[in-house]
């Protein structure tokens, strides 16, 4: 039995989707991110809800780092942090959208020197 027109652009169409979809994710999630270590010092810091990831908050610090310019991090070591605490930092460049901030550890002895 022949297929008809609108059957036969359907499936192209939809095709034609799924390659694209698979194009973007791959761009997105499977290419070579570039990362980097810095460090700066906390502005502030609080707890936000992450709606029930992470046991429901994530604390989230505005740090000011060692070239001025000041980011938002995610915090990944015991807090909570306060202001004047000085932190080491890492960055995960994106090809969409800015860079990701974490915080990885306190760094006491940095302000000491």
Known sequence: ???????????TA??????????????VFLT????????GVVVSSGSISSSGLDGGTI????????GGQ?????????????PGDHVQLF??????GGPLYYITSKNPQAGKQ
């Open 1 to 11: 039995m022949p297929e008809n027109r609108a059957t036969s652009f359907f499936r």
């Open 59 to 66: 604390e989230i610090s505005r740090v000011r780092l060692d």
């Open 91 to 96: 960055t995960e460049g994106r090809l969409m």
């Open 32 to 39: 070579p991110n570039s990362y980097e270590n810095m460090t």
């Open 70 to 82: 000041e980011v938002s991090a995610r915090v990944r070591t015991k807090g909570p942090l306060k």
């Open 14 to 27: 939809i095709g034609v989707v799924f390659v694209a979809a698979f194009a973007i994710l791959f761009a």
